[in-house]
């Protein structure tokens, strides 16, 4: 097996952590974020975008590989899908933050709705996560998980309407 694979696809190793190696590769996108908007501030969203794409090629790659490799068709230690799909249910909070000079601290509910919602989302597969999810390969391995986060992030967004009352609610 391409050792090289294998790091990618478990991020290094999150996916071997019980129980629950996709919450924990959910997990391992919030250090990212911290960092990135450390880094670098309030173009941090569009950084995040790319590194999303960079997620994306390198998770179907690494993916495929391991599967040739007799890993299977989804296995549970890729968690490389669920940190880009985490990421993308975060973009609301990280342009939120950026766009208006806050801390992504002061974000706080937007952070757990991020995580709750993703999760939730992948877990329960409605609709085109469960399509996606039928998919066979490594484009069905990522896809239902950047679906679950654009589901999610949508969800942050209308949650974030109506806490702000933005939505007239």
């Known amino acids: 097996m391409s050792k090289l694979a294998h790091f990618i696809g478990t991020c290094g ?9 996709g919450t924990w590769g959910s997990a391992l996108a919030y250090p990212i ?22 997620l994306v090629g390198a998770g ?21 899908d669920e940190v880009a799909g985490q990421l993308i249910a975060l973009l609301p ?43 066979h390969g490594a484009i069905g391995l990522m896809a239902d998980d950047l679906i679950a986060g654009v589901m999610a992030a949508i969800g942050v967004i209308i949650l974030a309407g109506i806490a702000h009352g933005a939505l007239g609610l």
Do not use: Q
């Open 60 to 80: 179907l790659w690494a993916a495929d590989r391991m599967r040739r490799d007799g890993w299977g068709e989804d296995p549970s230690e890729v968690v490389i």
């Open 33 to 54: 974020l911290f960092l990135c908007h450390v880094l670098f501030g309030v173009g941090t969203p569009y950084i995040l975008i790319a590194l999303i794409c960079l």
């Open 93 to 135: 909070i990280s342009f939120g933050a950026a766009n208006n000079g806050v801390s992504l601290l002061a974000l706080w509910p937007g952070l757990i709705a991020a995580f709750v919602l993703f999760r939730l989302f992948d877990i329960w597969k409605p609709g085109p996560v469960g399509w996606a999810d039928r998919k």
């Open 13 to 21: 190793g999150v996916g071997h952590l019980r129980p629950a190696p």
